[in-house]
């Protein structure tokens, strides 16, 4: 099967983010997210997810080479001093090239 | 010292996370009570409204307001000189102080009814409007001290419209359209299952509170002082100001444990955009981690003991 | 026109919405609410059902159950002739409106209670009745136009076994074998709590179908004119039907809203699966965008009236 | 053999689950639920605690405890000897057998409280004691039957402070700390909708139990014929118990019904970490599979004969 | 580590198909699948996941070349059309290749 | 732009294990994790996730290769005899290298 390689941006910060990162990665070019909500620990301590302060989520962006860079080099730019962040991208193969 | 139930699962609560119990409960309950507390609020702050004429009530909401202003200003000051704290992390634990905890509110309205103690009760309007002023002057004081614009379209959007102010607003507005009778069948949820709600939301409170502790550690002795003396301040600038405006010591009594209640839920959300320099671990610690098992355990009866000597009985 | 507070909190979750706020009620919390409100129509309904003979009614929900096929052919050929809508659309949609909404339905008995308007007390059985022939008509006219066979086994299990149905039938066959003196206990949770239940309920409601509305401006005048033409039509012929089958004024203006109302649980799910070329965004938009707040706000005093002038009172 | 809606609501669940129904309640529902159960079963019980003085109930506890110990002794040579069964399972089930069911023994005493029947009002009390000390004797077998060590200390904060027994207990704290009065505001909440509650919570019940039916076909007629006599036998060494500590029929019946019932919370959750090589599906097939629908439908009547049977009236 | 090279596909989809996606890939020859519960935005516009027919899942599924073909086909020819739909694949490593 | 290579551990299995799986790793030099609840069925059945007997997770741990060895050896070796438990691997690239 012939798939094309894009890439899938990854990024696990603070639930609070959600509108405006959803907001910044389409203006960077993407054309789609997925959003789930998370729970975890790094650097900045544990996340556990019971009350609002305290929820993580995990955006995920399928998206071209240029795109993904500009996701990932504005997330941590914008965010990830002040904020949890992790930010990291993969290889994927998609069928459909022309939807993302 | 007799602790009311409410206080009890609180404390329930923070035995349990402290013992490291796998009790919690679901986000999806958390989000479900509080969302019942601010509508019941409101809905009962709107009724009681609806029974008095607005005009009056004026004077009162504009003493209210400065209040809220007000409140910020004194902690910032104390916050950067005793505290030594960073001018974010000042701002921002300004904005929490400034602004209130429903929760607390709900605490002592209790409080007084148990003990038969009247006061006024469209209380929640006040409710409202000290919730978002003090979080205004502390995202004011946070960007004046950076230097940087600040976005007050986005800003304001972000703060009245953010999940409690609407939930409190919208219960007001709709108690105070409908009046008690039309609300009638409501009152079997709003109302009569309020305090056992409450307890249910305490309990997670504690859940919370307790998981706020090990922050303390780290953070040291200004904030555990810091939590506990400025609210017992605010409590008397409270009650002063309610005695001003001419409340009832019950209704004294709630606006001193407004003052000095601090924000955990309106304040961070919107900080943490507003203010992203600062740092929320010491917000809610100081807030969560002292200050709200501080007034729900110490602070209340003694804010009724202070409103009692302080403010004249309704004649 | 005094709202009602089940309507004012339906348009506290409108206004929110419009407004932007980040108020978003869970969806365990969505959920649980309509599973509560489901069992509740049921358990009601079940437990007036008891105090019937059943043979009586059989020619009632005989008519009751042509009237549910009747509909969706009926609006078939208006949205595929003035509104120039594919097929499997136009055949969504027309189940959509074939079926009903338990919660306009509950809102509308509400409505009556409140004005103290006797109605047979057993109409959940008819929620129940008319839930399901709609959408079987609205998938047999999309699979009859695509010339494709239709799997009526799954999708009558689909149908039947779905959520709402399963709720309301279990609902109405417990509280029809237990009759009411078993069924006191409950009571407290699932009569006298019901209408602020509703209310929360109605909240959500409010912030999901103002989320419809942006759908409408892409979608253009004909849903807006079909989503509350339709519904009046629909209504007198309900109530009619209602006289016809003998029964009370208030009984009939309850069919009459129940055949105005539109399905926006139970047909959605359904035809998402079995017409998945219809646009899902249409026949939300039309049910839940226009005809339920149209049905909430202005309809439903208005099938009153229809109902009072055309229905003879009961002797 | 009329049924009482709480068992219809768990039949309910059963076919919903059979027929493949899409009915699901939300995970966030079903934790709230048995959150609210076990607090409010904790605080009826503590509430009745603080009625009594607590000296002359030490026997009783004793008593109580002791039959906890030796339930899974009975247990485990039955599931080794007859049912063949592996070390770790033998020890698994047993160890759910010997704690309890809270939601049975809610059931069992709504049945009584329906039928008028009197009984010790602080049984609550019994069930956190009964709860602990079969998992722990269960956990004890495996693994000393497993030649390994036990790290006891582990082992009982993960026993003591499983979600179940801090609710419980934290309940019957706050019910004995405050008293009937001071939780008079609470019993709208906890005590009057309690059954309508517990309703709810026996649809999602049944089903959960529903998808444990499967797997009792994989394992065999052994576990239906355990889960069925071994509930009669355990009801009536419970019934002796209660006699022999001086309990009311009704009461002796409680405790009948509680040595019956097979835990499917705390046995669960801590078997699968103490003794990770216990098959899961075995021990919950058994207690929720058979067991619980068992004694729901046929067990309580039957120990309710047994005690009037056994035990003289209180005089 | 001696790791397997295995695929995993990920399918995000509206949460109505769930029943049918797990029969479809345990019949192209799946050993297991796992599926959260997520939101998102995309090409077919926003998926908010407030009630239920507005949320999305994302069913991901660790299987050998020729299913992951078979499954990211299957997928696309038969609910993509009509449905919200994202399928990607990505090269992962197991241990234990005999369990999938 | 220029990435770091690193691993990424996902480890699918019981809620009943999320404490104790998080400590190991941990212990075992992760960083940080990241908790998602899911369902799903595999070799050991279905897990549906209606109760908390028959919930699943999905952590994910962003490391190093040494560690993700030693991450994924652990835990087939220490839960997957007696637990369903999935655990994969795969190549990711992170800007922050120092974080993992
Ligand atoms: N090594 C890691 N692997 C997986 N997730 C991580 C890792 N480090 C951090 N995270 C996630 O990213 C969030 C923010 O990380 P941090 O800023 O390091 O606290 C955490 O709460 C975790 O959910
Ligand atoms: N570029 C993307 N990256 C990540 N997820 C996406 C992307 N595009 C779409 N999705 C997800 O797939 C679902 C269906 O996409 P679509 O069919 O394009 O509306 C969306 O609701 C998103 O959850
Ligand atoms: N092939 C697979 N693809 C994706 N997830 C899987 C797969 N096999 C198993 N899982 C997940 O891992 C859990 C445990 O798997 P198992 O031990 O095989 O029952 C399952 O409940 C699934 O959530
Ligand atoms: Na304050
Ligand atoms: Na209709
Ligand atoms: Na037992």
Chains 1, 5, 6 share one sequence.
Not at chain 1, 51 to 78: G, K, M, P, S, Y
Not at chain 2, 10 to 28: M, T
Not at chain 2, 53 to 72: K, N, R, S, T, Y
Not at chain 2, 267 to 291: C, D, K
Request: net charge neutral; glycine share 10%; aromatic share 8%.
């Amino acid at each position: 099967m012939q798939t094309h390689a894009l890439k899938l941006v990854v990024v696990i910060t603070e639930a609070a983010l959600e509108t405006l990162l959803v907001k910044d990665i389409l203006a960077l070019g993407a054309h789609g997210y997925t959003v789930a909500d998370v729970r975890g620990g790094g650097r900045r301590g544990v996340r556990e997810g019971t009350w609002e302060a305290d929820r993580n989520i995990r955006l995920e962006v399928i998206c071209h080479d240029t795109v993904a860079d500009a996701i990932a080099e504005h997330v941590l730019q914008r965010y990830a001093l002040n904020y949890s962040t992790t930010v990291f991208v993969s290889d994927i193969g998609v069928l459909r090239p022309e939807k993302f | 010292m007799s602790l009311d139930p409410v206080v009890l699962f609180f404390l329930l609560g923070v035995f349990a996370r402290l013992l490291k119990s796998d009790l919690r409960l679901p986000e999806a309950m958390y989000e479900s009570l509080s969302i019942y507390l601010l509508l019941a609020i409101g809905l009962k702050g709107g009724v009681e409204l609806s029974k008095h004429p607005i005009g009056p009530l004026l004077p009162q909401v504009g003493g209210v307001v400065l209040l809220g202003l007000m409140l910020p200003l004194i902690a910032y000051p104390v916050l950067r000189g005793l505290g030594r704290l960073p001018k974010p992390d000042a701002a921002s634990i300004a904005a929490h102080y400034g602004s209130v905890s429903m929760v607390t509110f709900a605490v002592a309205t209790a409080f007084l009814v148990d003990r038969g103690v009247a006061h006024e009760e469209y209380m929640p309007l006040f409710v409202v409007l000290l919730e978002v002023p003090g979080i205004m002057v502390g995202i004011l004081i946070a960007k004046l001290g950076a230097g940087g614009g600040v976005r007050w379209g986005a800003l304001a959007h972000e703060v009245f419209l953010g999940r409690s102010i609407v939930l409190l607003t919208g219960g007001l507005a709709i108690g105070w359209i409908s009046g008690p009778e039309a609300l009638a069948p409501q009152s079997k949820l709003f109302f009569d299952l309020f305090k056992a709600v409450l307890a249910l939301f305490m309990l997670e409170m504690g859940l919370v509170a307790a998981g706020r502790i090990r922050e303390l550690r780290r953070t040291g002795a200004f904030l555990l002082a810091f939590g506990t003396i400025v609210p017992c301040v605010f409590a008397v600038i409270g009650v002063v100001t309610g005695r001003a405006i001419g409340l009832s010591p019950g209704g004294a009594m709630l606006l001193g444990t407004l003052a000095a209640s601090a924000s955990y839920i309106a304040a961070p959300a919107a900080m943490r955009i507003a203010v992203p320099e600062a740092n929320p671990s010491l917000s809610l610690a100081a807030a969560l981690g002292v200050t709200f098992p501080f007034n729900i355990v110490f602070g209340i009866p003694m804010y009724h003991r202070i409103a009692t000597a302080l403010v004249p009985p309704a004649t």
